[in-house]
């Protein structure tokens, strides 16, 4: 990125008395960008209006500031007493730490190969309530806007390959957030009925082939969905984490509360539209409000609502689901029960976990017999306990720790926290 001295748009004037509100003011503002563009590039700018409510370009825009992208170059700061730089800790780092930057607010940018000037204008609220902002695109023309938003829908969909952009509705309208994938699950880790592993798995690679004719072939909708459901603690999640890994394409995930509405509903999926090919998945989908179902239902029935979107909806209580999600075909294709372990997944789990550094193989077995009824988080958090107790004392009495694991789930399921004549506390 280029960091070399930049002029301010807009410069406090003391002999003014008005605010800064208004058409007037706006003018000015817009003026003043176009005025430094054309000083910096020598060619006009013009300002383009937007309705789109996704805006993977400032996404972008964000990572090439703080990556120091020689494809972005500041022209200019907005205000001249408005904070022109901001730092962010880099927790995704292999060394985290801070990172000093330009901000995106009160500041513009341009991709100067692709004639697009980008400007997050603050204004200012008459009651004093804060300071929000306006989003605007300027670029020399419009073969050179359109160019540039091909090019980042390609560049958003290869990046989000590397990360997983998390939804969450919130109060104040739904947040986007993206992780990076730090450990990939393969799907060797996923411990499950092999026939019904295989079908899984066999579903989405197919969906995802780079020759879809079989789609065209048999005049199917290239859209596919299915539904996980079972007690908790027993691999959905870990499925579908195997599933982020392993799948040739970006992953969302869409975190459902009691904030989501119908606009949270139509934002999410024309996010996931233009990252089709891909992967959306829906944590537990029965928590959707009552009042929003209708909605969902209607957006997945849409003709192009899910179209190039692999849909998987989880769930630990599907008695909560709305019966039209599991009863009508377009919304979820199948449906597939994720049940508590048998003997011979314990055994699988257990040998794969590690219990070998503590037990011989037939008290492995002695334990997959004493746990039946277990969970695989269970099993994992039984395989703490045994370790921390053989890290502690050189010894471990494996059946004493599982039976005090049943105590205490049984106290759960049933509410009974309190012993007789004993105090819950740490």
């Known amino acids: 990125m280029s960091y070399i001295e930049t002029p301010t748009v807009y410069e406090v004037n003391k002999s003014e008395r008005t605010d800064v509100v208004g058409y007037p003011s706006f003018a000015r503002i817009i003026d003043g960008i176009q005025k430094a563009l054309f000083n910096r590039f020598g060619v006009p700018y013009e300002l383009y209006a937007s309705e789109d409510t996704n805006f ?8 090439d500031i703080q990556n120091g992208s020689d494809q972005v170059t ?4 907005i205000f001249e007493k408005i904070e022109k730089r901001t730092f962010a800790y880099a927790e995704d780092e ?14 513009v940018f341009a991709y100067e190969e692709e004639g697009v000037a980008l400007a997050r204008i603050p204004f200012f609220m008459e009651d004093s309530s804060g300071i929000m902002f306006r989003n605007c695109v300027f670029a020399i023309g419009d073969h050179q806007i359109s160019t540039f938003l091909k090019n980042v829908r390609v560049r958003a969909w290869e990046d989000s390959r590397t990360r997983v952009t998390v939804f969450t509705d919130s109060e104040n ?11 990939a699950f393969s799907r060797n880790e996923v411990i499950m009925e092999s026939e019904l592993k295989e079908d899984i798995y066999q579903s989405l690679d197919q969906f995802f082939e780079k020759d879809r004719s079989f789609y065209q072939t048999y005049q199917i909708p290239y859209k596919r ?4 459901y ?19 394409a970006p992953v969302a995930y869409w975190q459902i509360t009691e904030f989501t509405t119908s606009d949270s509903i139509e934002e999410v999926f024309s996010s996931a539209r233009r990252l089709a ?28 609502s899910k179209e190039g979107i692999f849909l998987i909806g989880t769930t630990n209580y599907p008695e909560e689901i709305d019966p039209g999600l599991m009863n ?4 979820f294709d199948r449906a597939y029960e994720i049940v508590l372990p048998t003997f011979e997944l314990r055994i699988q789990y257990l040998e794969r976990r590690g219990f070998d550094a503590f037990m011989s193989q037939s008290k492995i077995q002695d334990v997959a017999t004493l746990s039946e009824g277990f969970s695989f988080a269970q099993l994992g958090e039984l395989f703490v306990s045994t370790a921390l107790e053989w890290h502690q004392k050189g010894e471990v009495d494996v059946e004493k720790v599982i039976q005090g694991m049943q105590t205490e789930h049984h106290k759960s399921k049933k509410g009974d926290w309190m012993s007789p004549n004993k105090k819950m506390g740490f």
């Open 94 to 107: 292999e060394t985290p730490d801070y990172r000093v930057h330009k901000s995106i607010l009160n500041n």
């Open 56 to 63: 993977e370009y400032w996404n972008l825009l964000e990572k």
């Open 277 to 304: 090919p891909m992967v959306l998945v829906i944590e537990d989908i029965d928590s959707m409000p009552k009042g929003v179902r209708s909605f969902f239902l209607n957006t997945l029935d849409g003709a192009t």
């Open 328 to 331: 009508r075909g377009g919304r």
């Open 173 to 183: 309208g739904t947040m986007r957030k993206e992780e990076p994938v730090t450990r």
């Open 230 to 248: 079972g007690p908790p603690g027993n691999g959905k999640t870990t499925l579908v984490k195997s599933i982020a890994g392993s799948v040739h």
């Open 74 to 77: 500041h022209v200019a700061s």
């Open 225 to 228: 969905g299915i539904l996980l």
